[in-house]
């Protein structure tokens, strides 16, 4: 009786959050699981370092690829070589805050970077299923709860490049037949997320306070609500959409509303620590365009896909700060062993 063959994915993105998280949940369902990364002279792996088998090893089942979402002819070949059955891009200059700054190249890498993997499927000629990492930023000042039928109204470059990554998916779909689906995801974080979005600035100064290491933080606009989720089981949805019978778009939220007060207070509650004590307005954090609350409505993925959030921002906030004090617990305890062998 012979073996089904093993599924091949490509993750674009695979260094970051979502890309570390859904490389693990594929590898556990037996995948072959191939990943982009871009060149550089210093070491970006780290959140899937865990994960990594090389290349030399008997039976290896992650591989990584040097290539960049604005090189189209590297897309091209990659593609044809990798033949995967399933696409997952989630690479992005993804700070909605830093766009403001550069807005160019954010329409470079998540706008346009979207076409140019969409049109390399289309030029081999690929059997595949894609998914595009769509965002909540391209509802911007639209009112909540929004759902897949919600007028966009994006209120960053980040917001309009995705919105143009959204269109374009969808416009694939329709005049090629490619298996091509929208994740439009809300917030989602982890102990994994970028030390300069906010979840992950706030959950990080709470350890170091606590620790003596800092005495103050400062922040932007707190009223700001938002609808946070945890990044692991968001990579579940993704996932699902591809295993889905018809290509559609899918709003993947909590559906509950917490404003960044509220996540400071959450954070440092945890810890013990009263956060008006520590935090301070600085207004450089604010954007040139505010978004003043975004609420995602997951009804159709849950009827469709099966698919129920569990963890919410109090329990969120939680997870976060204590993986920041053991990692900074972790990271005072290396440093001395480090000094005793010198």
Request: hydrophobic letters at 35%; a negative charge; proline letters at 5%.
């Amino acid at each position: 009786m012979s073996t089904p063959p093993v599924k091949r994915a490509l993750i674009t993105g695979i260094t970051g959050q979502d890309g570390s998280y859904l490389a693990e949940l594929l590898l556990e369902k037996g995948y072959e699981v191939h990943g982009l990364i871009r060149r550089s002279s210093s070491f970006n792996t780290h959140r899937i370092d865990h994960i990594y088998q090389d290349s030399h090893s008997d039976q290896p089942n992650l591989f990584l690829h040097y290539a960049d979402l604005t090189d189209g002819s590297r897309l091209v070949t990659l593609l044809s070589e990798i033949n995967p059955d399933e696409v997952y891009n989630l690479a992005a200059q993804s700070h909605v805050r830093v766009s403001f700054d550069e807005p160019e190249y954010t329409g470079d890498a998540t706008g346009l970077g979207t076409i140019r993997l969409l049109e390399a499927i289309r030029a081999v000629g690929l059997e595949t299923r894609f998914y595009q990492a769509s965002s909540s930023e391209m509802f911007g000042a639209t009112p909540p709860p929004q759902t897949e039928e919600t007028p966009f109204y994006p209120r960053s470059p980040y917001g309009v490049a995705k919105l143009y990554s959204y269109w374009i998916t969808r416009n694939y779909r329709e005049a090629y037949g490619i298996f091509a689906t929208n994740g439009i995801l809300f917030n989602h974080e982890s102990p994994r997320r970028g030390e300069t979005f906010v979840t992950r600035k706030i959950t990080r100064a709470v350890a170091r306070i606590k620790a003596g290491e800092q005495s103050e933080l400062y922040m932007g606009n707190l009223d700001a609500v938002r609808d946070w989720g945890y990044a692991p089981e968001y990579v579940e949805a993704m996932w699902r959409m591809l295993q889905h019978d018809e290509p559609t778009d899918f709003v993947v939220a909590t559906n509950t509303a917490y404003t960044v007060k509220d996540f400071l207070q959450f954070s440092f509650e945890h810890a013990g620590l009263d956060w008006e004590r520590y935090v301070k307005f600085d207004e450089r954090y604010l954007r040139p365009t505010e978004v003043d609350s975004l609420i995602g409505d997951p009804a159709k993925a849950q009827e469709l896909l099966g698919w129920t959030p569990t963890i919410l921002t109090p329990r969120l906030a939680q997870i976060m700060v204590d993986a920041d004090v053991a990692a900074l617990e972790l990271q005072g305890s290396t440093y001395v062993d480090a000094v005793q062998r010198v």
